[in-house]
């Protein structure tokens, strides 16, 4: 199955460089590296130009769920069959994505995620809000879809193409432009009841003490994380069945 990780960048230009370096020495086990440069003027963007990857230009950060949206819309016009996105901030590492695409590949999953919590997994230099938070945010996943997560903030996925087109919901709106669209993804697969999902384990590492490690704003960007959850649980929208040859 021919399959496209993408890797949204925006004013990376501290940890950027590591990230691509870590790509270009590790066997991927992906056929295409895509990056959507969000906007970047910090010098991100000349990165992202010259690497050899595939690329999309926004000329303004209209949020990662926006770049996400375009890098779907690309791997769909070119026929992809797998589609995964991992951080550009140096958290995630290349090569756990073996790990993540690999039960997709075997053809018995349709969606996967990582988890720091799975035995194997890791989070070094996590910070204390969240190691507290996260355990949170997974009491009010289960709440409202009846599964127990291990790590529902974890970013790095993969999922099979062919669930978009059968999305009823419209995963194109622009409520979900930043942090909303792979939540409520991931929740409208949980919350489908057929579709096979899972979670493996995963490397998240974080900066020493002292040093920012997320671009998320706290009280409107949580919101955006929280929200699709519900929203997803209420709308009562989920994907066609598959169709029968």
């Excluded at 993408?6 to 940890?15: A, D, G, H, S």
């Excluded at 993540?100 to 890791?122: Q, T």
């Excluded at 493996?200 to 490690?213: D, E, L």
């Amino acid at each position: 199955m021919k399959s496209v990780f993408f890797l949204p960048v925006y004013n990376q230009i501290k940890e950027f460089p590591g990230v691509l370096e870590d790509l270009k020495n590790t066997d991927l086990p992906c056929d295409t590296i895509l990056l959507v440069n969000n906007g970047s003027n910090d010098g991100s963007e000349t990165l992202v130009h010259d690497s050899d990857f595939p690329f999309i230009d926004v000329p303004e950060n209209l949020g990662i769920g926006y770049s996400y949206r375009l890098a779907l819309l690309w791997a769909l016009e070119r026929n992809y069959q797998i589609f995964g996105v991992m951080a550009s901030n140096g958290k995630m590492l290349a090569r756990d994505m073996q790990a993540v695409i690999a039960p997709l590949l075997s053809g018995k999953f349709d969606y996967v995620s990582g988890s720091r919590y799975l035995p194997g997994g890791h989070s070094p230099n996590l910070p204390r809000f969240r190691e507290v938070s996260i355990p949170l945010v997974n009491i009010f996943v289960r709440i409202l879809t009846g599964v127990c997560l291990t790590d529902s903030t974890c970013g790095y996925r993969a999922f099979k193409l062919e669930l978009i087109p059968r999305a009823r919901f419209d995963w194109q709106a622009d409520w979900l432009n930043t942090y909303g669209l792979e939540y409520y993804l991931y929740a409208k697969v949980i919350l489908n009841g057929t579709i096979r999902w899972k979670e493996v384990p995963v490397t998240m590492r974080y900066p020493p003490k002292g040093r920012p490690y997320s671009k998320i704003r706290p009280g409107l960007d949580w919101w955006a994380m929280l929200r699709p959850w519900i929203r997803a649980r209420l709308d009562d929208k989920g994907f066609a069945p598959v169709s029968n040859p």
